[in-house]
C-alpha cells in the first residue's frame, strides 16, 4: 500500500488486489463513465484485455499497430492507468467493458 501511495502502482489496483476498500475517485473527470472512453478505444481495450498484442489486434480492429498504440496510451491517460492490467481492471470497475 505505501508503494500506491508514493505512486509507484494504481491505488485502485492495489486495493482491488488486496481486497480493501476503494478510495473515493474525485480525480476522475466529472462526465458520464459511458463516455469516458470513445467505442474505439473500448473496442481496443477489449482485445488487449485478453493478452493480445498489438500487432495481433490491429488487423482485428482494420487499423495498424500505430494506432492501437495511440488508442492504448489515450486508454491510459484517461483511466489514469499505467499498464494493460490497471486498464482492464480499473475499465472493468467502471463498467466500461
Not at 495481433?56 to 499497430?65: F, G, M, Q, T
Request: hydrophobic share 40%; proline share 5%.
Amino acid at each position: 500500500m505505501e508503494e500506491a501511495a508514493a505512486g509507484r502502482y494504481d491505488i485502485e489496483v492495489v486495493c482491488a488486489l488486496g481486497n480493501k476498500s476503494r478510495p473515493t475517485r474525485t480525480n476522475l473527470p466529472a462526465v458520464p463513465l459511458s463516455s469516458l472512453l470513445t467505442e474505439r478505444e473500448r473496442d481496443v481495450l477489449r482485445w488487449i484485455s485478453h493478452g493480445t498484442s498489438n500487432k495481433v489486434a490491429a488487423p482485428k480492429l482494420s487499423i495498424s499497430p500505430s494506432t492501437v498504440r495511440t488508442h492504448i496510451e489515450s486508454v491510459f491517460r484517461k483511466l489514469e492507468c499505467s499498464t494493460r492490467a490497471a486498464a482492464t481492471l480499473k475499465a472493468t470497475q467502471l463498467g466500461l467493458l
